[in-house]
């Protein structure tokens, strides 16, 4: 049937009555069985006509995958009995599910995602502020100045303004503020655990002595300190000591008067830019020693120079003091020596000599030995045997006699050579 116009339209009208006044004819309970109270009637997938049976009170109908069915949650899945305070919200399924109400003082926030009950507000959600403000319920309201101190004053938080130059904070026992003077240091208190007779300690521990258990400082009843060991530029590992590192020194400077600690294969504790004085206040050469003594008319023993062998000392064991003086070349070449030697080191019958001599290019020449024989001073030139006083015995009246005496003591002494004859 095709065309338009009054005639088409009272042709379909015609049709469409003519199928209602048959469907009107067949009963429904043919087509759809017995009919329930409250059923539903709706066209299935096939389609066909069907009977969807009445539901439980309170269901309601919704369409699912296609077709009506009726259900008791209305999509709100996990929706139980409400409780004071549950929040609805949209979960991920999608459904509707309760949120229970949060612990006193939770605050309600999103992270983008869902809703939850948190302990505080996200930082990034308060609005900025200034520290000391209202917005605080235990702040002052100030403003920021360079210096500014924060404390806490009787009621609030407030701030303090920065101090003259020079003060320091003090606190009064309540309050603390900027003081212009320092107060009169107390008296130091010792604990009971180290309290008794001085010295008191005051260590890590409850050692009572400085070098006890991990103590390492002490205190005595006039004040002086005692320190178990010291280091400077180094670890300590020494009870009783003051460790240095290499080349580290006590003095004005660095190019000034020092001691200065060198680490050598022998090492060496050096005296530099400074005169050293012994009992003196302002020594005039580089040592300077003065002694003193109730001595008038004796001289006592002053300086002592001892030379000790990790051997067995022999016949000619001693030791030598050594003159050094700059040539024209530069550079210190020996000049003089001065040796105090064994002759003979048994120590029942020891016997020594002081020996002086001088140095030339060629090596050193000894001038004059002074020694003994056991029981009188001897003494020699020129490196001679040493001798004991000298005799002229023959007569005066006999000059020639004489005259070969004296040349014959004075070689002796090593003063001369005699080589003279009889005339």
Known sequence: MTGSGPGITAAVDVWVNARLAKFAQEPLNDLLGAPVAGAI?????????????????????????????????????????PTRGDVMIGNSTPNWSGLGIGAADRVF?????????ATAIPLAAVPAHNLLSTQHGDTAASTRTRGDLIIATASAWDDLAIGSSGDLLRSDGTDIAWSSTIPTPGTLTVSTSNSGTAPHTHGITSS?????????????????????????????????????????????GSAAGRIEFDNQATDEINVLDAFFGINVTNPGVRLHVRDESSA?????????????TTGTAADGFGQRILYKLETSTGGAQSAAFFDTVWSTAANATRKAYLRLGAFDAAGG?????????GSVAAISFYGDTVQTRQTISSARDNPEGA???????LDNLGLLTDSSTAS
């Open 296 to 308: 008038t008319s004796t001289a006592p023993t002053t300086q002592i120079h001892a030379h000790i």
């Open 109 to 117: 926030v999103s992270d983008g995602t869902d809703p939850s009950w």
């Open 208 to 252: 009572s002595n400085p070098g006890g258990a991990a103590a390492i400082l002490a205190t005595a009843s006039d004040g002086g300190s005692q320190l178990l060991r010291l280091g400077i530029g180094i670890d300590p590992s020494v009870d009783n000591a003051i460790m240095m590192v290499d080349n580290a020194f006590i003095g004005l």
């Open 41 to 81: 009637i709706f066209a299935d997938a096939s389609p066909a006509w069907v009977q969807l049976a009445i539901a439980t009170q309170d269901d309601v109908l919704r369409i699912n995958a296609g077709v009506p069915a009726w259900t008791s949650s209305m999509a709100l899945a996990s929706l139980t009995n």
């Open 365 to 373: 020449r000894e001038g004059l030995r002074i020694s003994t024989d």
């Open 403 to 409: 005259l070969a005496d004296l040349l014959t003591a």
